[in-house]
């Protein structure tokens, strides 16, 4: 089974600055899916960004990038110029490929990263 | 955009209750989701459909069950509520991964259901 770590429960970053959230994932697949999805107080989680693992060019999304090492089997999530806004739970995630059968239907999540952002 | 709709933001139930958590989805979507968010966990799979009347076990299936009678309803259910049952539950759709554009197709999330129970 796959697994997704995200090693830091809790980050900060001044408003305007650039933060990196780490995650880190275990399979034995060629192929696969990764999201980060974001959570804020109001509880709706929201696609962030997302990452093919066949593609070698990382994903941006205005603000948000990712930095995907196949190898390392790590997918951070950067964010520059910092927001108010940007405050949430952050959550890293697997999904298999479709050949997994009913795993593919699913995504594995991190114990997600609590994202401050200081004014 | 899609909507998912969770009946309740807030619920509070007594130990031994029979207690239904409620989700609708406007979008078509085949696949539909229970997830269960608890702090330093994150969120693991209950249950999902992937279609009218199926459904497969997730992660942690014990103590609940789910119904899908509808295309755009998924219910879960929780028997007999224990109080190692108080989470968050999040429901969520996406289409099905049938197609080679749907494979990174992501999830639509509702709001979440804070269940207490007591």
């Known amino acids: 089974a796959q697994t997704v770590t995200q090693s830091q429960p809790e980050m900060s970053v001044q408003e305007a600055e650039t933060v990196t959230l780490s995650c880190t994932y275990d399979?034995?697949?060629?192929?696969?899916?990764l999201f980060w999805y974001k959570q804020p107080p109001s509880r709706q989680m929201i696609l962030v960004i997302r990452?093919?693992?066949?593609?070698?060019q990382n994903a941006t999304e205005n603000r948000f990038s990712v930095n995907f090492q196949k190898a390392a089997k790590s997918f951070s999530l950067k964010i520059s110029d910092s927001q108010l806004g940007d405050a949430a739970m952050y959550f890293c995630?697997?999904?298999?490929?479709?050949?997994?059968?009913?795993?593919?239907?699913?995504?594995?999540f991190g114990s997600g990263t609590q994202l401050t952002v200081l004014p | 955009d899609v909507k998912v709709t969770q009946s309740s933001r807030y619920l509070v139930k007594r130990t031994g209750e029979k207690v239904f958590l409620e989700c609708v989805q406007d979008?078509?979507?085949?696949?539909m989701f229970w997830y269960r968010q608890d702090p330093g966990l994150g969120l693991r799979l209950i249950y999902f459909?992937?279609?009218?009347?199926?459904?497969e076990k997730g992660d942690i299936p014990e103590g609940y069950s789910v119904s899908r009678e509808k295309k755009e309803r998924f219910s879960l259910i929780l028997e007999s509520a224990s109080t190692n049952q108080t989470s968050m539950y999040l429901c969520?759709?996406?289409?099905?991964?049938?197609?080679?554009?749907?494979?990174?197709?992501?999830?639509?999330f509702g709001n979440g259901t804070r269940l207490t129970v007591t």
């Open positions: 399979t034995s697949e060629s192929d696969y899916y």
């Open positions: 990452q093919e693992a066949y593609k070698q």
């Open positions: 459909s992937y279609d009218v009347k199926m459904k």
């Open positions: 969520a759709s996406s289409l099905r991964v049938r197609q080679a554009q749907n494979y990174n197709s992501p999830l639509h």
């Open positions: 995630a697997y999904r298999s490929p479709l050949v997994s059968s009913g795993s593919a239907r699913q995504l594995t």
């Open positions: 979008m078509d979507h085949e696949n």
